[in-house]
């Protein structure tokens, strides 16, 4: 079962003719919706490997539903991006350029560039950079208590 993009969720979002060229397979006479499934769990594992170090995943609609949208978005990108790969059939820039922005956006959350407002981070791996008060003397509590 996917986190966050179901096999449906592809087929809403391609035109029919783009769904045939990534998906039809001709040994079951229809679409392939294993290979569909094939490629959301790539996108979501490229999610899980930039990000769950960092942060709680898996994101969910109730809980986080700010991030859920995002990873939806990122997911379907890299879904449409993989089935394209896989199809060999010539990259769509439109495709190539959502691609690109997806994985940007996960290196920016990564880097701490850009952040998930409804995402726990994970803070017993030790490589959060966002907390403020550590174990440096310069940014004591006691030495930042003028900020609050």
């Not at 294993?34 to 995943?57: F, P, V």
Request: aromatic residues 12%; hydrophobic residues 40%.
């Amino acid at each position: 079962m996917s986190d966050y993009l179901q096999v449906q969720d592809v087929i809403d979002h391609l035109t029919s003719l783009a769904e045939d060229s990534l998906y039809y397979d001709d040994n079951i006479s229809g679409q392939n919706t294993t290979w569909m499934q094939d490629d959301i769990n790539c996108a979501e594992a490229d999610i899980e490997s930039y990000l769950g170090k960092y942060y709680a995943l898996p994101a969910t609609l109730v809980d986080n539903p700010i991030s859920f949208g995002i990873f939806k978005c990122i997911t379907l990108d890299i879904t449409v991006y993989r089935g394209y790969l896989r199809a060999a059939c010539g990259m769509p820039e439109e495709v190539l350029f959502a691609f690109q922005e997806a994985m940007k956006k996960l290196k920016d959350f990564r880097d701490e560039k850009a952040y998930l407002p409804d995402l726990p981070l994970l803070t017993d791996n030790g490589v959060g950079k966002t907390e403020l008060f550590s174990d440096d003397a310069i940014m004591t509590v006691a030495k930042t208590s003028l900020f609050y």
